[in-house]
């Protein structure tokens, strides 16, 4: 869906759900992080009347409604009865997105993503929700390499290294977003200890790029199924493996 196309929904609704539309329009960037009681506290509406917004508009709830708001204008590839279509769609999006995530490894960024990670004394890798497995791959091959890394999947314990963390350390984040409000925590308490960020997101307009020392856009292809998030974030890996390749040929 396009922009335009979302925004012509609003005429289906009652002057009281506008104001909700209206209010997720405004707040787009920060919606990742409104769960669907914080926005009703936020609007002093009931949970149900923001359900029933999103449903009146022809999603199944709140959190189809928010995801498909966070990415207007991103490519989502469509399901066909035929699966040789699906395979098809899948390798066009594939090559699209690999093309431009390729673009951005030329050799200045690339020695960049080495000298952080080789002059690190600690690297703290931030991944949850469905980027985690990407975290975890990405430690996995660093750890082979006899790097000091971890990827630990406790939210609490993120925020509590994030706030330990020093100047000398690393943290590598993998965010689909780059909004959620846990990374974007971790990520200013970083800051402010001076600690440097390589950040990993498939929204170029993520908040988090803007507090990472290097970014890279890795665009995922988006599919959600009611409240389900299906998509694929190859690219993450597809990214971080060529970078990680090439450091390991500076490894003795």
Not at 69 to 81: A, G
Not at 189 to 205: E, G, Q, T
Request: hydrophobic residues 40%; positive net charge.
């Amino acid at each position: 869906m396009n922009e335009i196309s979302f925004l012509k929904l609003r005429n289906k609704l009652s002057e009281s759900e506008k104001v909700i539309f209206d209010y997720c329009i405004q707040h787009r960037k920060d919606l990742d992080a409104f769960t669907i009681q914080c926005l009703s506290k936020k609007l002093f509406v009931s949970p149900a009347s923001i359900s029933r917004m999103a449903q009146r508009l022809g999603f199944s709830g709140y959190k189809e409604f928010k995801y498909t708001l966070l990415f207007l204008n991103t490519k989502e590839i469509p399901i066909s009865d035929s699966f040789t279509s699906l395979v098809k769609d899948y390798q066009l999006l594939i090559q699209e997105n690999l093309s431009g995530s390729l673009s951005q490894l030329n050799d200045e960024r690339i020695n960049k993503f080495q000298e952080l990670i080789l002059k690190a004394q600690n690297i703290e890798v931030f991944a949850v929700g469905g980027s985690c497995v990407n975290g975890q791959d990405f430690s996995r091959k660093l750890q082979s390499l006899n790097l000091n890394i971890f990827a630990r999947k406790d939210w609490d314990e993120l925020v509590r290294v994030s706030q330990n963390l020093k100047n000398k350390d690393l943290a590598v984040f993998f965010s689909q977003s780059g909004q959620t409000k846990l990374i974007l925590d971790c990520a200013k308490n970083l800051n402010k200890n001076n600690v440097s960020i390589i950040s990993f997101v498939a929204n170029k307009d993520a908040t988090l790029l803007s507090l990472s020392k290097l970014g890279f856009v890795c665009p995922c292809i988006y599919h959600y199924k009611n409240d389900a998030d299906l998509s694929s974030r190859i690219m993450f890996n597809l990214v971080s493996d060529l970078l990680i390749w090439k450091l390991a040929e500076n490894i003795s």
